[in-house]
């Protein structure tokens, strides 16, 4: 948070990439993109691309760490040295290591740990090109990667960042707004409860100020969301489509009755998902 | 012996803060009694020792000579580091610092940093170097919320900073120019604990909170959170404890300004 005056964020009312202040980037979520995950996002959100992988439930390692009525939720948020301006470190480094804590307890919200004692679950948030709000870029990219590897989940949170360049509130902090701009919000919030599971903020805002870009996040999360559902829902239907395939393949007559619970499945995520999910949430 | 006795407590102060109470009587919005003791390191430039019941914080500020930032060129530079010592608690141990103590010292940092407490821009020497202000928080004993105690530590050392002589290339240690802050951030951190909300969280307490938020303001001014905890916070929970760390604000600064 630079609050550098001397770089313009808003040229003739409009942010530097031509987006109104309430206006997202552009976002596209693909599921199941890896072939070894046991679920996997690949996400782009306007520059930032995103890879985010889960393996497990899977045994714990180191063994000491293990609980015995729930899985172990870990996670590890990185960004790849070639994914900035400058050459970055590769490994972990103290700004990650803060971040992957705070989406580790995010997580740990939504996951019910309690189906799969004694096992860890492990996210891994790999930020291939970060051009600003890579770690809620990564959340929401992290939460298709659960769903996608069948993990129980309550809701599957969105990420989204809120801010302040020059005086005004804006949605989706991009680089430039995050480094020059004079505050910065990212949160994350479970949709069907409203709750929210991740939050920092640093700059300088009034308390009006921070009631109305709090809004402005909530006013985002269904624009969020249905990326993230069109991209299960699009891997859903590949993946029926590909069971079908085989199934006429292998010549066996019963294809019609073993295909329709998949397609079926599919069918209910199209429809009613938003009020099951607030239904069976269990808030 | 200590965590075995926190252990056992966990289901009391659960039952205790569900009707309202707190083991040690406090109220919810109620700190424990806190201390400031300033100018309690000699050889550093700044330090402070603080007490917020049982947790005890060090923090001591020593200056040196460094290079500036390159996209700060005429700014001094401001680093905060944090220890937690295992001389504090059992759970602290030797090694490599843990995420626990980057978090802490994160926090406190990005609190300081967006106040602009710090003058930076009067610590510049000469071309290419500049005064920077380290901060090193060193957690004595632990009875937790040791994120305000370890800030208010930090703010209150920093306040008593005095800065040094740079001459003919050497620093002179001995001819200080006292150099307080421009503006005094404060920081609450409070803790959920089932639907209950409650402030400075002891070590029992934050055993069994669900989540933990922490907010540092200034007057009129918000300038950082850490939302903390596997738990959740409603937007309306979120806006009140802002409000609420506005209220704290009064108390925490009126002990800042008495030293």
């Given at each position: 948070?630079?609050?550098?005056?001397d770089v313009p964020l808003i040229v003739n009312g409009k942010r530097l990439d031509g987006r109104k202040m309430d206006e997202l980037r552009p976002i596209t979520i693909e599921a199941g993109v890896l072939n070894r995950a046991t679920g996997s996002a690949y996400l782009t959100w306007g520059k930032n691309k995103v890879l985010a992988a889960v393996y497990g439930p899977r045994e714990v390692f180191p063994k000491h760490e293990t609980n015995l009525y729930g899985s172990v939720v870990r996670c590890r948020y990185m960004m790849a040295p070639f994914s900035t301006e400058?050459?970055?470190?590769?490994?972990?480094?103290?700004?990650?290591?803060?971040?992957?804590?705070?989406?580790?307890?995010?997580?740990?919200?939504?996951?019910?740990?309690?189906?799969?004692?004694?096992?860890?679950?492990?996210?891994?948030?790999?930020?291939?090109?970060?051009?600003?709000?890579?770690?809620?870029?990564?959340?929401?990219?992290?939460?298709?990667?659960?769903?996608?590897?069948?993990?129980?989940?309550?809701?599957?949170?969105?990420?989204?960042?809120?801010?302040?360049?020059?005086?005004?509130?804006?949605?989706?902090?991009?680089?430039?707004?995050?480094?020059?701009?004079?505050?910065?919000?990212?949160?994350?919030?479970?949709?069907?409860?409203?709750?929210?599971?991740?939050?920092?903020?640093?700059?300088?805002?009034?308390?009006?100020?921070?009631?109305?870009?709090?809004?402005?996040?909530?006013?985002?999360?269904?624009?969020?969301?249905?990326?993230?559902?069109?991209?299960?829902?699009?891997?859903?239907?590949?993946?029926?489509?590909?069971?079908?395939?085989?199934?006429?393949?292998?010549?066996?007559?019963?294809?019609?009755?073993?295909?329709?619970?998949?397609?079926?499945?599919?069918?209910?995520?199209?429809?009613?998902?938003?009020?099951?999910?607030?239904?069976?949430?269990?808030? | 012996?200590?965590?075995?006795?926190?252990?056992?407590?966990?289901?009391?102060?659960?039952?205790?803060?569900?009707?309202?109470?707190?083991?040690?009587?406090?109220?919810?919005?109620?700190?424990?009694?806190?201390?400031?003791?300033?100018?309690?390191?000699?050889?550093?430039?700044?330090?402070?020792?603080?007490?917020?019941?049982?947790?005890?914080?060090?923090?001591?500020?020593?200056?040196?000579?460094?290079?500036?930032?390159?996209?700060?060129?005429?700014?001094?530079?401001?680093?905060?580091?944090?220890?937690?010592?295992?001389?504090?608690?059992?759970?602290?141990?030797?090694?490599?610092?843990?995420?626990?103590?980057?978090?802490?010292?994160?926090?406190?940092?990005?609190?300081?940093?967006?106040?602009?407490?710090?003058?930076?821009?009067?610590?510049?020497?000469?071309?290419?170097?500049?005064?920077?202000?380290?901060?090193?928080?060193?957690?004595?004993?632990?009875?937790?919320?040791?994120?305000?105690?370890?800030?208010?530590?930090?703010?209150?050392?920093?306040?008593?900073?005095?800065?040094?002589?740079?001459?003919?290339?050497?620093?002179?240690?001995?001819?200080?120019?006292?150099?307080?802050?421009?503006?005094?951030?404060?920081?609450?951190?409070?803790?959920?604990?089932?639907?209950?909300?409650?402030?400075?969280?002891?070590?029992?307490?934050?055993?069994?909170?669900?989540?933990?938020?922490?907010?540092?303001?200034?007057?009129?001014?918000?300038?950082?959170?850490?939302?903390a905890g596997s738990g959740s916070f409603s937007k309306e929970e979120i806006i009140s404890l802002l409000d609420k760390s506005f209220e704290q604000r009064k108390y925490l600064l009126s002990l800042l300004n008495k030293l």
């Amino acid at each position: 948070m630079g609050g550098n005056s001397d770089v313009p964020l808003i040229v003739n009312g409009k942010r530097l990439d031509g987006r109104k202040m309430d206006e997202l980037r552009p976002i596209t979520i693909e599921a199941g993109v890896l072939n070894r995950a046991t679920g996997s996002a690949y996400l782009t959100w306007g520059k930032n691309k995103v890879l985010a992988a889960v393996y497990g439930p899977r045994e714990v390692f180191p063994k000491h760490e293990t609980n015995l009525y729930g899985s172990v939720v870990r996670c590890r948020y990185m960004m790849a040295p070639f994914s900035t301006e400058e050459h970055g470190r590769a490994g972990p480094n103290r700004r990650s290591r803060e971040i992957s804590k705070v989406m580790r307890e995010a997580f740990e919200n939504i996951i019910i740990k309690e189906v799969y004692p004694k096992t860890a679950i492990d996210i891994y948030v790999d930020i291939l090109e970060g051009q600003g709000s890579t770690r809620v870029a990564g959340l929401t990219a992290a939460a298709v990667a659960l769903a996608n590897a069948g993990i129980p989940m309550k809701d599957i949170p969105i990420g989204v960042s809120v801010g302040k360049i020059e005086n005004q509130i804006a949605v989706d902090m991009m680089k430039e707004e995050d480094n020059f701009g004079q505050a910065d919000i990212p949160l994350a919030i479970a949709p069907a409860s409203g709750e929210i599971i991740l939050l920092q903020m640093d700059g300088k805002m009034t308390r009006e100020e921070f009631v109305y870009a709090l809004d402005l996040a909530y006013a985002k999360v269904d624009e969020i969301r249905e990326k993230q559902i069109n991209a299960l829902r699009e891997f859903f239907k590949k993946s029926s489509a590909a069971v079908e395939n085989e199934q006429d393949n292998s010549g066996l007559n019963t294809i019609e009755q073993q295909s329709e619970p998949i397609q079926q499945s599919s069918e209910e995520s199209d429809a009613g998902n938003e009020a099951s999910r607030n239904e069976d949430s269990g808030y | 012996m200590v965590m075995v006795i926190d252990e056992l407590k966990k289901d009391a102060i659960r039952e205790l803060i569900k009707n309202g109470k707190r083991d040690d009587e406090r109220g919810f919005s109620d700190y424990r009694e806190i201390s400031i003791k300033t100018n309690v390191i000699s050889a550093a430039e700044g330090s402070a020792d603080v007490r917020i019941g049982k947790s005890r914080v060090i923090a001591g500020v020593k200056l040196e000579v460094v290079e500036p930032f390159l996209d700060r060129p005429t700014e001094g530079t401001l680093t905060v580091n944090a220890d937690l010592l295992p001389t504090a608690h059992e759970t602290f141990e030797e090694g490599p610092p843990s995420e626990e103590s980057i978090e802490l010292a994160r926090v406190v940092d990005r609190g300081i940093r967006a106040a602009e407490a710090v003058d930076l821009k009067s610590l510049f020497i000469e071309e290419g170097k500049v005064w920077g202000v380290f901060v090193d928080i060193y957690t004595i004993d632990h009875d937790g919320n040791l994120l305000d105690t370890a800030a208010l530590a930090a703010v209150a050392a920093l306040q008593t900073m005095k800065v040094p002589e740079y001459k003919d290339g050497k620093i002179v240690r001995e001819n200080l120019t006292p150099k307080p802050l421009i503006t005094i951030p404060t920081q609450c951190t409070f803790a959920k604990i089932g639907k209950e909300i409650i402030i400075d969280p002891t070590y029992a307490e934050e055993l069994v909170a669900d989540a933990r938020i922490t907010y540092c303001v200034g007057d009129n001014m918000l300038y950082a959170i850490q939302k903390a905890g596997s738990g959740s916070f409603s937007k309306e929970e979120i806006i009140s404890l802002l409000d609420k760390s506005f209220e704290q604000r009064k108390y925490l600064l009126s002990l800042l300004n008495k030293l």
